[in-house]
Structure formats: structure tokens, C-alpha cells
């Protein structure tokens, strides 16, 4: 490039930011040999830095699209729609656009023209905008879904994946169809295209500018030669062997044909080879309705009282029809099966596909271990990026988490493997992770141009096949990966702000800081978490259970039962929000206890099996209501024990606290009045009150002894003299006939003891 070139392109830039134009062409030429430096360097000021940057960061930016099939006018408006949104979107610089043609890995066959031809125009329409189409076939693909995938600039295809087969016996190709279909291969690949339109294609080898391609034989000669294969040298004249009808291309063949540009099976693998960031692999899925965007922090520990808030704030955004959710990460430790219960919950809310939304992980400190669970189910990552390398955030440190002997390593890998193959993010980067002998390498091909992670191991191995290091190492032997913002940005894993605000996140996504809506959890979530401290669970089960015992001891009270009830509702529902599957069982354990006890004091004499097993399920009920999953190790058992232990020790308070309010309550003022006090016990008894009807005759029983006439279970009926009166005895079974004792009467209850 010359000096005037310089100065040239110098004007440029200034008309494009300023309106003016530095110099005229028309200087001296030592002039310009002067100026140029000071021109670009006074052009490289006024212009935005900003701008440069960030068309630097997103050079390789690209989108995928999925086809759907059959290929309809509907679908290619939603198609326009998604490349148009992107294309608009701030921060973005799209310059690949992948269609993926095989929805799900199905066929795809579209048997009308019309909508292929008018997808196919659109994407010859976006080359003329500075975009490469590029076309994923992964599955078998025919009729006139072929053309857009002709018509996209490069192609790439997978294993097992076939093309071509374009005409049906009820609708064959017409003339301007095939005229268009050989427009768009052009004559490097016209003859394999018509291969799959017109089985009387001969295809043979042939040169075009030192290039070996595959023409149509009458094309180059006889009464069909075309003057644009004039330039074309057939250089074997034996027509390639292909079954006959329309070609049905498998991959080896659409290769031999340099249909396809490279073979790859995944969205990921192709985002890898193009370097594109993993927000590609991401299709922009606001709908009409436009950006509703809302903020849900995420911080604690990981258990199931965290899933369950999340779950329910998600919920309500998505009844409000907010669509752009960021999630402020800063959580750590917890329970490596519910963080995969998390990450699957994050990852379904991007795929259900009747509240289309799109979800932004932000990590503004350094949250360790299980919060890159949550971080890789997003979507999108951001980091901030301090200005020290020490004050960068991180994600994944697993160093003190893997300490404790009862995490299982093998467990956590398979289930973040799980979560990062579905966002795109190599596998290795997860192995890194845990396993402190591997050394991970930025590689690339010499002679493709690929970039790749790969294993010190793995790069000797290829080596012979032009592979070599490029760069730093990502990650040192001994020592676990721990991924920073600046490494993941490298990577193309998550992007970076230079400020812990979430503000300048929104920004970065052209959102407003006031139309974003802070997802808070409601007030009977917070109400939950206050009725699960310890302190107050403790309480509840105290007064529950000494209100229960009260009750149970001087039946009619009420007051202590209802009190007793209200503790344990609150309890028990508390638990209930932490949604684990044990909290039913607890609750049908606590009431079978609730009736084993009553039977035991209302219906069976004394305090046996009965009794015992009531209280033990009581005690089981209560300890279970605080777990959220089944016990899996020493640790669970462990945890079990000294909870019933704790709660174990609570009843017995429970009990003692009980008999002493019963034993008090008659002497308090006001609390007095809920018990019915014998007349012989009131302090201020009325000598001359008259007693209920009836009652001299049964005081006058006491002492006096009589036959029982049936058994009493403790209730029955005896004999004095020649009266008949209803008795209950102290506790046992007594056989009928058996000789018994008055020993205690309160007004019409007569209380009798065997003889």
C-alpha cells in the first residue's frame, strides 16, 4: 500500500466521523509522504476506540439457524427475522451465518421449489452484505432442500449425512429450476449438482485453471457445449461410476465432489473450527414481543431450598412474559446433584418453546466449586475482568471441595460434562478441572488453519499432521484448572466488563438499567426460610410438642392443642418449600405416631410397644422433614443421628415443660380459667354452693368395694351392692367378676383399683 493510499483511507475515516476531510489528494507527493503518518495516527484518535475494539472482539461473531422442515414461507420469515435481530443486535458483528438443515438430525425433503428458491435468494443476499452462509447437513437431505444448501457459500457435512436425489416421480425439475440450481454450484460443481437432478449426466474428470473438477461431458463437447467451458480440459474421459437414477451423494462422494468444505458432527465442533464465540451456537429466540428483561441473583449454598426459590422466580418472570434473564452468580458448596438439578432447570427455560427466552450468567467475584454449574448452563457468560489478574473473577475452583473424602469426583465430572456439551464448551476444560497430571495446550493446524484444545499427550500423537502449539499453555500439570475471565474470554467461553456493577452488563446488551426488573423472592419464601432457621424449628417443636403432651394429659383444654397444631402446620410447611420428596413421607410418619399414641393412652392400659413405636415415629417424622434427599454417605447417616439425638432431647424437654405448666397453671392468674379445678382444690370455694345433681351419691362410693359386672378396657361397668355403676380402673385390664375398689371419684367419674 503507498503513501497516497494511506492518506486516502486516512480521509476516509475522518469524512466517516467528523465530516472532514484532512488533506487533498492534490499535495505534493512529499507532501503526502509526510502527512500520511499524522493522518492515520489523528484518524485512529477521532475514532471510536470503543467501536474498533469491540468489531475486533467480535470479528469471528456468528449465528446458527436452524431450517425447518419442510422448508415454508413461514419458516423463512422466521428465519429473516432471527438473522435480521442478530445482525441489529448491539455488541455483535455477524459475519457467519450457519444453517442447520436437519432439525434434530431428521431428514429433510421439501417438495415444492418456491419457498427453497426464495430461502436460497435471501442467502445469496447476505454474501453482498459481507456474511458467509454456510450450510450444516448432518442427516439425509433431498428434494429442493438442496438448493439452499447449494447456494450457501461453504458447507460443511457430518458422517452418514447424504444429499442430492432433488426430483420426485410426481413433480420432476423443471428447465429454469435446474438453470438455477447450476447458476448457484457454478462450474467447479454444476456437473455433480446436476448429477442430482438428471441421471444422464456423465460426470469425468477435468482441469479449470490447474484445478481438478467434475464437468457434465456435454458440456465440453458434441451439439451441448457450452462456451463457458471453454477454458475446461477433460482429462479422463471415463464417466465417474454412480447408481443409476438422480445422485444420492453419501459423504465420501459429496468430498470427492468438493461439495463440502470439511466434515464435522456437531454445532460445536463447527463453532470450534470456524472460532467462533458459544453465543453462536445460541439462535436469538425474542420473539415480537421485543427485550423484557429481568435480574435473579443466585447466591448461598446449593440445595434444594435454593432450586426451589429459583424455580418459583422463574416462574413469575415468565408469567410476566420477561425473556432475558441475568443471573448474578454468587454462590458456592452444596449438594452436586441438585447443581445439576439447577442447570437443568436454566437449560430448559432457554428450550421451552412456549416462553422463548434467552439467559445470561454474570460472575462478578470468585465463587468456587459448584457454581460453574450454574455459570455453563446460561446461554451467555460475562466475567469481570479486574485490574489485577488476581482480582479477576473465576469459576470452577474445585480444590477445596474435592478435600472432603465423601465427594464423589466421577459423579461431578459426568454431570458438568453433561451440562457443557449441551453449551458448546469443551470437554477437556472440564476434565482440567479435576485432574491435576493434565496439561491442556492451544493447538492449531498448519496446514488447515484449525485451532483446537488438546492434551500434551494428544499433541505429540499428532504432531506428523501438522499440529503445534500456539500460544500459552491454558493449564499446568499439578495443578487444577481454575478459569479466569481473562482465559475464558481467550477461549470465546464468556465474554468480559471491567466493572462488578451488572449495570454495565445490561449495557452490554443494549439493555436499560431502569427496564430491568429485579426477580426478588416473595415474602412467603422468606417467611419459609425464617420458620426453617434452627432456632425457630427448635421452638416450633418445643411448644408443639409440650402443647400436644398438655393436652393429652388434661383432655378439654383446647388452648394447648390448637397451639400444638399451629406449631407443627407451620413446621412441617416450612419444609414442604424445600420440595424434597421426603418431606410426604415425614408428615404420614408423624400423624401414624400422632394416632399410635392416642390409641396407647385413650384405649390400651399402661405404656407398651404401642406408645414406644408412636413416639419413635413421631421422632422419625420430625427428622426426616429436614432432609432433602435420601442418605448416600457416612456424612448423611451422621447428619440423621444427631438430629434425632437433637430432637430426641427436645421431647423429653417437651415433656418436662409440659407437666410443669400443668402442674402451675391453676395458680396463674387468667391461665386458670382454661382448666376445671375439683371445688375441694379452689382456694375460694363457696361452703354453701350445691354440688351437681348426683354427686353426694357417687363420693359416698369412695372406699367401698364391689364386682365388676364386664371387663374394663379401662372403662366398664361394676356392682356396689345392689347399684350399678359405670367405673374406670387405674390403668389395666380387668377381667368381669373380679373384685374391685373405689379409690378415687371426681363428680360423676368413679376411678377403681383391683382388690
Not at 134 to 151: G, N, S
Not at 295 to 312: N, Q, Y
Not at 546 to 557: D, I, Q
Amino acid at each position: 500500500m503507498d503513501r497516497l493510499s494511506l492518506v486516502d483511507g486516512a480521509n476516509s475515516i475522518l469524512r466517516r466521523t467528523l465530516g472532514i476531510r484532512f488533506m487533498e489528494v492534490s499535495l505534493p507527493f512529499i507532501g503526502r509522504r509526510l502527512f500520511a503518518p499524522l493522518a492515520l495516527f489523528l484518524a485512529g484518535c477521532v475514532a471510536c476506540p470503543d467501536a474498533v475494539r469491540a468489531q475486533e472482539a467480535n470479528a469471528n461473531d456468528g449465528l446458527f439457524v436452524t431450517v425447518p422442515n419442510p422448508i415454508t414461507e413461514g419458516a423463512i420469515s422466521q428465519i429473516k427475522t432471527a438473522v435480521e435481530k442478530a445482525k441489529a443486535s448491539p455488541g455483535r458483528n455477524i459475519k457467519r451465518v450457519i444453517f442447520d438443515f436437519n432439525p434434530e438430525g431428521k431428514e429433510a425433503a421439501t417438495e415444492s421449489y418456491g419457498p427453497p428458491y426464495e430461502l436460497a435468494v435471501y442467502i445469496r443476499s447476505l454474501v453482498s452484505n459481507g456474511i458467509t452462509p454456510t450450510a450444516f447437513v448432518h442427516a439425509k437431505t433431498t428434494r429442493h432442500t438442496v438448493l439452499p444448501v447449494i447456494a450457501c457459500e461453504e458447507r460443511v457435512i457430518s458422517s452418514g449425512a447424504t444429499i442430492g436425489d432433488v426430483p420426485s416421480k410426481e413433480r420432476p425439475v423443471a428447465k429454469n429450476e435446474l438453470d438455477y440450481y447450476i447458476q448457484l454450484a457454478g462450474i467447479n460443481h454444476a456437473g455433480a449438482v446436476a448429477r442430482m437432478i438428471d441421471k444422464d449426466v456423465v460426470l469425468v474428470q477435468a482441469l479449470n485453471k490447474g484445478g481438478t473438477i467434475y464437468v457434465d461431458l456435454r458440456k465440453t463437447e458434441g451439439p451441448g457445449k457450452d462456451p463457458a467451458y471453454d477454458e475446461v480440459r477433460v482429462v479422463n474421459r471415463n464417466p465417474v461410476q454412480l447408481p443409476s437414477g438422480p445422485a444420492l451423494y453419501n459423504t465420501e462422494q459429496a468430498r470427492r465432489f468438493e461439495l463440502f468444505k470439511v466434515q464435522l458432527e456437531t454445532r460445536p465442533e463447527i463453532a470450534t473450527y470456524y472460532q467462533l464465540p458459544t453465543t453462536a451456537l445460541e439462535e436469538d429466540p425474542i420473539g415480537p414481543d421485543g427485550m423484557r428483561p429481568c435480574k435473579i441473583m443466585i447466591e448461598g449454598l446449593v440445595d434444594v431450598s435454593m432450586r426451589e426459590k429459583l424455580r418459583r422466580q422463574i416462574e413469575a418472570a415468565k408469567a410476566r412474559k420477561e425473556n432475558y434473564f441475568f443471573f448474578v452468580i454468587e454462590c458456592e458448596g452444596g449438594d452436586s446433584g441438585v447443581a445439576r438439578e439447577i442447570a437443568d432447570d436454566i437449560i430448559n427455560l432457554a428450550k421451552d418453546p412456549n416462553h422463548r427466552s434467552r439467559t445470561i450468567a454474570f460472575v462478578p467475584g470468585q465463587p468456587k466449586d459448584l457454581a460453574v454449574f450454574l455459570a455453563f448452563a446460561c446461554q451467555e457468560r460475562v466475567m469481570f475482568k479486574g485490574p489485577r489478574p488476581e482480582a479477576e473473577a473465576t469459576l470452577g475452583d474445585f480444590t477445596s471441595y474435592l478435600s472432603n473424602k465423601n465427594k464423589n469426583e466421577n459423579f461431578l465430572k459426568e454431570n458438568l460434562l453433561a451440562v457443557s456439551e449441551q453449551r458448546g464448551i469443551p470437554a477437556i476444560l472440564i476434565e482440567g478441572l479435576f485432574d491435576r497430571n493434565l496439561e491442556i495446550i492451544q493447538a492449531r493446524n498448519a496446514k488447515t488453519g484449525e485451532t483446537k484444545l488438546m492434551s500434551d499427550i494428544e499433541l505429540k500423537q499428532l504432531a506428523g499432521q501438522g499440529w503445534a502449539k500456539e500460544g500459552t499453555v491454558i493449564k499446568q500439570k499439578n495443578s487444577l484448572l481454575v478459569l479466569n475471565a481473562t482465559t475464558a474470554k481467550n477461549l470465546r467461553i464468556a465474554s468480559t466488563v471491567d466493572n462488578k456493577d451488572v449495570t454495565e452488563v445490561y449495557a452490554k446488551y443494549g439493555v436499560e438499567a431502569k427496564t430491568v426488573r429485579d426477580s426478588e423472592p416473595s415474602w412467603l419464601d422468606n417467611f419459609a426460610a425464617f420458620l426453617r432457621s434452627p432456632g425457630v424449628s427448635i421452638f416450633l417443636i418445643i411448644v408443639g410438642i409440650a402443647g400436644l403432651v398438655l393436652e393429652m394429659k388434661a383432655p378439654g383444654l383446647i388452648v394447648p392443642g390448637v397451639i400444638s397444631a399451629v406449631c407443627f402446620i407451620l413446621f412441617f410447611w416450612a419444609q414442604t418449600q424445600l420440595g424434597g420428596q421426603l418431606i410426604y413421607l415425614a408428615i404420614m410418619l408423624f400423624l401414624l405416631g400422632l394416632v399410635l399414641l392416642a390409641v396407647e393412652i385413650f384405649l390400651i392400659p399402661g405404656f407398651g410397644v404401642t406408645g414406644v413405636s408412636g413416639i419413635l415415629l413421631i421422632l422419625g417424622g420430625l427428622v426426616l422433614a429436614g432432609l432433602d434427599k435420601a442418605p448416600e454417605s457416612t456424612a448423611d447417616w451422621i447428619d440423621i443421628v444427631s438430629r434425632a439425638l437433637r430432637y430426641g432431647l427436645m421431647t423429653a424437654g417437651s415433656v418436662l415443660l409440659a407437666f410443669f405448666v400443668s402442674r402451675f397453671l391453676p395458680k396463674i392468674p387468667y391461665a386458670n380459667r382454661l382448666m376445671l379445678v375439683p371445688p375441694e382444690d379452689k382456694i375460694d370455694a363457696d361452703a354453701d354452693s350445691s354440688p351437681l345433681p348426683g354427686v353426694d351419691s357417687y363420693i359416698a362410693l369412695l372406699g367401698q368395694v364391689g364386682t365388676t359386672t364386664s371387663m374394663l378396657r379401662p372403662a366398664g361397668m361394676a356392682k356396689f351392692a345392689d347399684r350399678y355403676v359405670d367405673v374406670i380402673s387405674e390403668g389395666d385390664f380387668i377381667d368381669a367378676g373380679t373384685p374391685v375398689q373405689v379409690v378415687e371419684v371426681e363428680g360423676t367419674r368413679v376411678v377403681v383399683k383391683r382388690v
